[in-house]
């Protein structure tokens, strides 16, 4: 932290509240809003810039849309649309069963579940999916994707380190959920007894190998242990709010891994306290690039987030509310939007896969 806290000109003593009349706060924050933070208070939005010239910018893609090489082929793997030495970020339109089960070497794996059902065969068992569970895999753990529609979509998550929970702290063991709604697999001791040839595909160094099996591999008959794949559903989120300040989007971690957070925003209460901003300021998260995926919306039809966009702020980006909200006539009640964050520490190369379909964000 700092060794000084000056405050000098035109401010708020209490930053997010009691904004000086004509003025717009530009939030600098280190750290992903944990460590130092200086407010800045200025006569225009920090994001109302009339063009960019150069490659740093705020970006957008619709994942909806994407044509992905897993929707036709049973083969394909997930589309990688950025990465860093830590953390890479896929999609995936997996419209069948694998015909191979697969194993991740390079790290663990988050899947979350946009859309679609179906069942995750992992070592340890079965754990059955549908829309809004976030599926994770330890590292090295093998499994087959066998989903049961065909429209679907699914982001990937893929970390070098292990995935695990920010530390609770003072709020205690229940928020924003109780570890015992996790869901780890049941053995599926039926399995194992067919002949035939079974295909493991082993992902390492991002080369694939084949490791082929006389006998289906998921013929474990129990396990027990401190590691496991776990299903997670974002209805089992329970997120902090207050009534009289907006919580930094760390306030929303929901998981870590070393160089990333990520975090689910689920609906909640807006603050409703007339002198506190009720959408978050304008920003600087200097030491994270953000990816934020669109969940989804208590009021699909009234919002311009449509589920499925995918937002893309490099660190040292402005951004913030995309509407002015200053201009609005009332607060919202409710913070209506699900939204899912991947902030990492070292700067994402952007793929062609994710270039293609990327454009500039439109600030209204
Ligand atoms: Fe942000």
Not at 99 to 128: K, M, S, W
Request: proline content about 9%.
């Amino acid at each position: 932290m700092g060794v000084f806290r000056e405050s000098k000109g035109v401010v708020s003593r209490q930053g997010q509240a009691q904004r000086p009349e004509g003025t717009y706060e530009d939030q600098y924050s280190r750290h992903g809003f944990a460590g130092d933070q200086a407010m800045l208070y200025r006569r225009h939005p920090a994001t109302a810039w009339t063009r960019i010239e150069g490659p740093f910018r705020n970006t957008v893609a619709d994942t909806n849309v994407m044509d992905l090489p897993d929707r036709t082929d049973p083969r394909a793997l997930p589309t990688v649309l950025m990465f860093n030495e830590d953390v890479a970020v896929a999609v995936s339109h997996r419209s069948e069963p694998m015909p191979f089960h697969y194993r991740n070497a390079d790290g663990d794996e988050l899947i979350f579940v946009q859309r679609g059902r179906g069942v995750l065969r992992t070592d340890f068992g079965p754990l059955r999916f549908g829309e809004g569970d976030y599926l994770v895999v330890p590292k090295a753990v093998t499994y087959r994707m066998v989903p049961e529609t065909t429209d679907n979509l699914f982001y990937v998550v893929r970390t070098t380190g292990p995935i695990g929970f920010p530390e609770r702290g003072v709020l205690g063991q229940y928020v924003p959920f109780d570890f015992g709604v996790l869901e780890t697999p049941e053995p599926d001791p039926a399995r194992g007894d067919e002949s035939g040839e079974w295909e493991v595909v082993v992902e390492q160094t991002g080369r694939l190998s084949s490791i082929f099996y006389p006998f289906d591999p998921m013929d474990v008959v129990g396990w027990q242990g401190t590691v496991a794949p776990f299903r997670l559903n974002i209805r089992d989120i329970r997120s902090i709010s207050a009534e009289r300040l907006d919580i930094p989007p760390s306030g929303y971690a929901t998981f870590d891994a070393p160089g990333c957070w990520i975090c689910t925003f689920t609906p909640r209460p807006m603050q409703s306290d007339p002198d506190s901003s009720f959408v978050p300021p304008y920003h600087r998260n200097v030491d994270y690039d953000e990816v934020s995926f669109i969940l989804g919306s208590e009021d699909e039809g009234a919002t311009a987030h449509r589920s499925g966009l995918l937002y893309v702020n490099p660190q040292g980006a402005h951004h913030g509310p995309d509407a002015n909200p200053f201009s609005q006539p009332e607060r919202p009640a409710r913070f209506t939007t699900y939204l899912l964050n991947v902030d990492v520490v070292r700067p994402l190369t952007l793929t062609a896969a994710y270039e293609a379909y990327a454009t500039d964000q439109q600030r209204r």
